[in-house]
């Protein structure tokens, strides 16, 4: 049996999880940005202070990357005050989760570094091994020059080539270049045609040197565009009235395709609802995999009140997460029913409105008798105010103490006066969830936040999850 240190222990680690999944510092419906980043670089430094190896091992778990890039400087600032092995521990963790992040938050976190002149040989090491492990240093250098060339200066690295040092310090002294790519920049100085070979955030630097009007640039540089950045002009376009690039819908991540529909006007998801329905399907499809159809019967409640608009950081973020959550649902689930806390059907139009009775819609999810019931929201029930908790403390006490049916709560929105996600009730267990994809494996942590927590299962479960990342991510780099 695990002592009370154990136990706080684990509820500490699991609160952390909560925070770092959910919070991005920004501002959110019930806290503004002062408030969440206080309250989050409280638990950082909480975290870091009492359970080092714990803190560490959080980066193989399902957190967002801007809680992961804090994590991994808060490592390096205070790798004096590590052990030998936890420094050797740590730089695996730090190697396997940078290799997953995004470049642009990686270049971000090492120009922290620097800002905090954290210079001793381990991160210039590990941003040594980032660095050489890069499959295309010339994209890098067109497309994040300044942050390639900063960090290549603060860790005291030569460029992998000549002809890259001399792009990085003196691009255009040189009268041609062997790498196609920094040849199209250097040629794009002079020829407008050469910048539509260009990545689409170069070349917009370019079209604008030149006048070229926004439209013809944007017509001719589709190509070159990510989804997401044609995703973005979409919706940009959409605001102005205008005609945007058509987003490609196919492989689009489940959270951030939920995100696209619910930026377009109700009539335009009407006009596509096939397009869209069998858009949201297949990438639902593509996360359960080879469970679909395993979870039985499942009844998820969904909240789509007025707080689910977000905040203008995060607009309409808790709505998409819980639009995504009800796709996965239904493709992992043999029979399925979704609840959504306004009562309507039709999950395509939904939009942030009304109250939260969530008390009312986990009565008529009970009724529905499943297996599996799932609560997606950011816990304010509030018509009437409480009742969601007891019908949960009821249900679980007296109409099924032996827990026949699972239930768990979800919450897409860090509560920072409480320094963890807003919990509907303490007899069902809460996780946060930034990501629908997330879903499968935090239902499964969310295990460790009902009833007594056993701290010796949780590092066991952690340690299984920074075996299989790093193991992915030496496979990776064996390729």
Known sequence: MDSYGDLVAADDVLLFVNAAITSTGQREFHSDAGEQRLSLD????????????????????????????????????TGGEATAEQRRSEGRLIASRLATLPPQRVYGLFDALRRARVNNRRSRAI??????????????????????????????????????????????????????????????????????????????????KYGIPRDVFLERIAPRMTRLETMRLQESARKRGTTGVQAD?????????????????????????????????????????????????????????????????KRRRPLAVALACHYLLAS?????????????????????????????????????????????SDGWDNAPPGLAAEVLRIWRTRLDPGRRTSIVHLNPVYDAADFDVRRLSPTVPTAGIRDAEDLPALVELAQFAEGRTCLAELITYMNTRADRMMNGHHQERER
């Not at 006007?265 to 297949?282: C, F, G, I, K, Q």
């Not at 043999?334 to 059907?345: A, E, F, K, Q, V």
């Open 127 to 208: 941003m040594r091994d980032w660095l050489s492990a890069r499959q295309d240093l010339a994209f890098d250098a067109v497309k994040y020059r300044s942050g390639l060339k900063r960090a290549l200066r603060h860790a005291h690295l030569a460029p992998a080539t000549e002809e890259l040092g001399t792009f990085m310090f003196a691009p255009l002294d040189r009268p041609h270049y062997a790498t196609p790519l920094l040849e199209t920049w250097r040629r794009a100085h002079y020829e407008q045609a050469a910048l539509y070979e260009l990545p689409y955030t170069v070349a917009e630097g370019f079209a604008a």
């Open 42 to 77: 409280f638990l950082h430094a909480y975290m870091l202070g009492n359970y080092r190896d714990l803190y560490a091992g959080v980066l193989a778990l399902d957190i967002n990357d801007y809680n992961a890039a804090l994590i991994i400087r808060r490592l390096l600032e």
């Open 332 to 376: 992992l689930a043999g029979d399925y029913t979704g609840l959504w806390t306004s009562g309507r059907t039709d999950a395509l139009l939904t939009r942030p409105y009304g109250p939260t009775p969530v008390g009312r819609r986990i009565l008529d999810a009970l009724d529905t008798a499943p297996s599996r019931l799932v609560i997606v």
């Open 249 to 313: 819908l196919a492989g689009m991540p489940l959270t951030r395709l939920a995100t696209y529909v619910l930026s377009l006007p109700v009539e335009d998801r009407r006009r596509r609802r096939a397009e869209l329905t069998h858009a949201l399907e297949s990438a639902a499809d593509r996360v359960a995999g080879g469970h679909r159809g395993s979870w039985g019967k499942v009844t998820a409640v969904l909240d789509d009140s007025f707080s689910a608009f977000g905040s203008v950081h």
